[in-house]
Each structure stands twice: as structure tokens, then as C-alpha cells.
């Protein structure tokens, strides 16, 4: 017995392992971790991976944006007290507002929670702070009079600077607008409850079609809608004031597996709004990360540099889809395969994201985009990569080594029929 | 007296550790309860010790960087509940490890998955001294799959004792036990080991 019991603990010495620490993923976890601090602190359900792994807050925060601007909620119809009239006038004629939201979402079985306070104003423009727990995760202000919508992350000290078009500049936070958005959408009465004490009378709807309203944002709300398989939004209005107090907003993947929950409350109608909320937006240490020009955009420059960035770390392969949601999963799912050795760029990967983004724009705006990044690579100098209508004779192409031309109707079924 | 380079790392070891008092280090541990700075340094410093742990109980360096990461997540939602010195951190740290680790490992699923990423880095051991690396290596593979047969309880006793080194009254701090179970769950832990190499041995074609 004593021989045997020698042997095993002997066995057991001899024992090897593989254990030499990563120190990137040292790195990484102390950054999650730091990230995630305050939020732990303050006893919130602290949110692992997801901070990293950001992509459903960034798409919760798209999805309050445009919450903020659901104030023009309009109602067809409807046989209770809320004079549903005076309530759309009422906020059609706002000339500011602050609110609070509330986003709980879950990724991989773990929730978590980003707040936001939001001001709009049409005096100085939008400003949003999201915050997870006590953390500001971003800040971002759209200025009325600069036509620029800048996002402002304190944990890089840095910004990103978005030039936005005329078109979208007029559309960014103006209700009637948005009002118009919702003019189409079907909705059913919820009758009474009280909120803070508060009679309320709500309406629901699941017809809600946010596709306008964020600057340059419908590539980004093309992500939302792809994770969302069902939308029900409900508005709860002051029975005595006809002021909405409460609007709430379930957005659930196509397989029930993800689920967004929005809540919109705390507002202040016709606050009156101090000048220095939106005074030295950009602190003086900041970075500049990345300018997001329209004209780039549109000339397709934005889309290549990001498609080089993403071909360079990925063995000359282009993203098998093109939405912002498809190249950040893919891009962490290269940044896991090369077992985290790879320095991932992040004004590169936000290139990307709004090149994705713009190729849903164009997506939305009907331009018979094209996207062929499962059969294409970098070597594929003759074939076409992406394409999309200028007009009504002429195409934009990216070929496979990012060169751009402008080809006719006939020129591209040639190229593609090759 | 020649030093052996185990002696060497232990006495380094111990003078790391007068280096950091316990005064500072028990000052730090309160602070990281609310000071940033002060949590990265805790991290910091405990980071490869759980690490190496998880890897000594998973075998998989994937899996175990998922745990560690888990670990710490664990410590610092939880930190401000503990109330005790560096050495008690030490174990508190152990025992936050030994449960997450054995939460990873609660399903048959995960506990199939694990045993099959051990098989899949069969080869990357190193070997022991005395025999071909190959039949090494494949024991080294025949006694982590072993100890993934067993109650989590069990293999958490072996680990500590003959991976971490521990004294059977350090096993029972981190466990919460009386040093006598703890030599009782180890005697019972060897004796099923040592029953599951026989019949891994027996399957051997």
C-alpha cells in the first residue's frame, strides 16, 4: 500500500504543464478590469466582457439616440383622455429636453446595464453621456452650428470627429422628422397606470421603424435591426400635462437570445439649458482617433482604408459580411485566433466600422450595393469587391486590391460575369 | 551546502515576501477595495499564481485564462467583504479560484470539453527524465485525464498538495476544513486516482 501510494504521489510530481503566463492576456484582463471598476464598486451587476466587447452597448447607446428622438412619437389615433393631438404639438413645438435612459441588455447569458442622460437643445445641439455604473464610457455631442457630431471616449483620451452631410445635419435631432418616422406605425392602447405617482395613460407599438435621426448613423441602426427580430415600444403620457414620461423600448434577437430593454424617463420638457453643457466639448488633452469625412465616404476612400486594415491582419481576407456588427465579431474572432498577439488599431477598426456603416447607408438609400468579401481577396485585382449605384448608367467599384473606378451598367456585367 | 534551484526560488520567494511587508500589503488589499491604482496592483501581483492554478487544474491554457479572468471578477465585485491579512488573502484568492474552477467544470459537457483539449495538447509537455518523451508525454496525458475524472473535491486536494505545494493546514485554511478531512479527502483522492490509471491502463491496447 505504502509502495503504491509513493508511486501515485511520485506519478503526480512528475506531472508537466503548459502555464507560462500570456501576458496579453495579463494586459487585457486588467484593462477589462479597471474598465469595469466603478461599476463593481458601486454594486452594479458588474458586466464582464462586455465593456471589451462592446458591441451591443454601442448598438444599446445608438438604439437610446434614437430613443432621445422618439419625443415626436406620433399617434394616429385613439378614443382615451390624452388629447394624443396636443400631446404631438406639445413636443413638435420643444425647444429642449433632458432625459435619462436606462439600457439592460445581455451578451453570452451575462446582463449589464449603461445609463444615459441626454440633452437636446436647438439652441447648441445633442449632447449624450453613457455611463456604466460610475464610469463614463463615452460622451458625445452633435453641433448644430459646427455640422459635426463628436464622440469623446475618456478611457483613450481620445475623440472621433464626424463631418456631417447637410442632409443628416438637418434630420439630427429635429422631432418633426422623427415624428414622421413613426407616422406609419400601427399601435394598440395600454389604458391607466401610475409612475412616480403619476397617472400615466400608455400606448404599445411594434411597428416602430427607427431609421432616421442619427447622424450618419443608418449603417449603425442597420446593426440594430439585425439584432433585433422584434421591436415593441411603448409611450406613457402625463394624463394631466399630455407630457410623455416614460417611454420604453424591447428589442429581442431573432432567436430570443439577446434582448435590449430601454427605458426612457426623468424628463425635463422646455428645460432650460446652460450654454457651458456643450461649451469645450473636446478636452485639451484629447486625441484626435479619427475623422469621419463625408466626402470620403462617398468616394469610397473611408471603405478601403478600413478594408486594408482589416486584409493586412487577416492574410489578404476581406470580412465575410459587411456590417458594423459582422467586422467587430470577426475582427476579435482574428484577434482570439492569432491567441491575442495582435495589437488591434483602433482608429483603423473605426475606419472600418463607419465604411461598414456607409455600405448599410447606402444599403437603406436603395444604391444596389454589392458585396462579395466571401469570394474576393486582396490577390483579385479584376474582381469586384464592392460595388454600388451612382446613378442611373454609372457604378462605383472597389476591385479586390482596393482600386476604385467608376465603370458603366455594361462595363460591371462584364466584370461580374467574369 | 549546495542549493537546489527550488531551495534558491524559495528563499527568493521569502524575501520578496519581507520585502513587501504584510503592513503594506494588508494596506493595499483596503485600499483596492475602492482605489483603481490600487486594484491593479493587487491584480498585478496575484495574476500568475491563479493563473498557473487554473492551468494546473484545466490543463488548457483557453479555458484557463476564461476562469482567471473569472476569478478576478470575482475578487473585485467581492473584495470589500473581505476582512483579513495578506496571507488570509492569499487563500481567499485559493478559495475563490478552487470555486471557480469547479463551477467551470460542473458540467459533464465542460468536463468532456476539458478532458478532450488535454488529449489535443498531448505533446506539448515536457518530459520526465527517465523514459522516451513520447511515453511521458502520453502519461503525462493518462494522469490529467485521470484527475479530470474525478469529484472536483478530490482533484482540488491534489492540486494543492502536489501541484501547489501546500501543507495539509494551508489546504485546509483555503478550504474551510480541519486539517484531518482534508488528510482523510486526500487518502481517498490518491486511492481513486490511482484507480482510474489502472483502468485507463487496462483500456491501453
Request: net charge neutral; proline share 2%.
Amino acid at each position: 500500500m505504502n509502495d503504491n501510494k509513493e508511486n501515485i504521489e511520485q506519478v503526480l510530481e512528475g506531472v508537466t504543464f503548459d502555464e507560462a503566463p500570456d501576458r496579453g492576456h495579463q494586459d487585457l484582463l486588467e484593462q477589462k478590469l479597471l474598465l469595469n471598476f466603478n461599476a463593481a464598486r458601486s454594486g452594479h451587476n458588474a458586466k464582464r466582457r462586455i465593456i471589451m466587447n462592446n458591441k451591443m452597448a454601442k448598438l444599446a447607446a445608438a438604439a437610446v439616440i434614437l430613443i432621445g428622438l422618439f419625443v415626436g412619437f406620433e399617434i394616429l389615433s385613439g378614443t382615451s383622455s390624452v388629447s394624443w393631438a396636443q400631446v404631438r404639438q406639445q413636443v413638435a413645438a420643444v425647444k429642449a429636453v433632458m432625459y435619462k435612459a436606462k439600457i439592460n441588455a445581455t451578451e453570452n447569458g451575462q446582463p449589464f446595464q449603461v445609463q444615459i442622460e441626454a440633452i437636446l437643445a436647438d439652441e447648441h445641439g445633442t449632447r449624450m453621456d453613457a455611463y456604466m455604473g460610475e464610469q463614463l464610457l463615452e460622451r458625445s455631442f452633435t453641433l448644430e452650428d459646427k455640422k459635426t457630431h463628436i464622440i469623446i471616449m475618456p478611457a483613450q483620451k481620445k475623440y472621433i470627429e464626424v463631418e456631417l452631410t447637410e442632409e443628416n445635419r438637418i434630420e439630427n435631432g429635429d422631432p418633426k422628422l422623427i415624428v414622421e418616422a413613426f407616422l406609419k406605425g400601427d399601435y394598440k392602447e395600454l389604458g391607466r397606470r401610475e409612475i412616480n405617482g403619476v397617472t400615466v395613460e400608455g400606448i404599445q407599438s411594434s411597428d416602430v421603424s427607427p431609421t432616421a435621426g442619427f447622424p450618419g448613423g443608418a449603417g449603425l441602426i442597420k446593426g440594430l435591426k439585425e439584432l433585433s427580430g422584434k421591436v415593441t415600444a411603448s409611450l406613457w403620457v402625463d394624463v394631466a400635462t399630455g407630457w410623455p414620461v416614460e417611454i420604453t423600448l424591447d428589442i429581442t434577437d431573432e432567436n430570443g437570445g439577446e434582448q435590449v430593454t430601454i427605458v426612457v424617463s426623468d424628463f425635463q420638457w422646455d428645460a432650460q439649458i446652460n450654454p457651458a453643457t456643450f461649451a469645450s466639448v473636446i478636452p485639451e488633452d484629447y486625441e484626435l482617433m479619427y475623422k469621419v469625412n463625408a466626402e470620403n465616404l462617398e468616394e469610397g476612400n473611408q471603405l478601403v482604408e478600413g478594408l486594408k486594415y482589416f486584409a493586412q491582419i487577416n492574410d489578404g481576407k476581406y470580412p465575410a459580411k459587411l456590417s458594423v456588427r459582422d467586422v467587430v465579431v470577426e475582427i476579435g474572432d482574428i484577434y482570439k485566433a492569432k491567441s491575442g498577439n495582435l495589437q488591434i488599431d483602433d482608429a483603423q477598426v473605426s475606419t472600418l466600422k463607419y465604411g461598414a456603416q456607409y455600405f448599410g447607408t447606402l444599403q437603406a438609400e436603395g444604391k444596389d450595393p454589392v458585396y462579395n468579401g466571401q469570394k474576393v481577396t486582396a490577390a483579385d485585382s479584376d474582381k469586384v469587391l464592392v460595388r454600388w449605384k451612382l446613378d442611373r448608367d454609372q457604378y462605383r467599384v472597389i476591385f479586390g486590391d482596393l482600386r476604385i473606378e467608376d465603370v458603366s451598367t455594361g462595363r460591371l456585367a462584364e466584370l461580374e460575369a467574369e | 551546502m549546495v542549493m537546489t534551484a527550488d531551495a534558491n526560488r524559495k528563499l527568493l520567494m521569502r524575501r520578496v515576501d519581507l520585502a513587501n511587508s504584510e503592513t503594506d500589503q494588508d494596506i493595499l488589499i483596503k485600499r483596492a477595495c475602492s482605489d483603481r491604482a490600487a486594484f491593479a496592483l493587487l491584480y498585478r501581483m496575484h495574476y500568475e499564481r491563479v493563473f498557473r492554478y487554473c492551468c494546473r487544474r484545466l490543463f488548457n491554457r483557453d479555458a484557463a485564462e476564461d476562469v482567471t479572468s473569472e476569478v478576478f471578477f470575482r475578487v473585485m465585485r467581492t473584495i470589500s467583504t473581505f476582512d483579513g491579512n495578506s496571507n488570509g488573502f492569499r487563500n481567499w484568492l485559493y478559495r475563490i479560484a478552487t470555486n471557480a474552477v469547479n463551477d467551470h467544470l460542473k458540467t459533464a459537457k465542460r468536463r468532456a470539453e476539458t478532458i478532450r483539449n488535454a488529449a489535443q495538447e498531448y505533446g506539448c509537455g515536457h518530459a520526465f527524465a527517465t523514459e522516451s518523451d513520447k511515453e511521458l508525454k502520453k502519461k503525462n496525458l493518462a494522469v490529467k485525464q485521470a484527475l479530470l475524472g474525478l469529484k472536483p473535491k478530490y482533484q482540488t486536494v491534489i492540486t494543492l498538495r502536489f501541484f501547489e505545494k501546500m501543507k495539509l493546514i494551508e489546504i485546509a485554511e483555503i478550504l474551510g476544513q480541519n486539517p484531518a478531512t482534508i488528510r482523510t479527502q486526500l487518502a481517498r483522492a490518491l486511492s481513486k486516482l490511482q484507480k482510474e490509471l489502472r483502468a485507463a491502463a487496462r483500456l491501453e491496447p
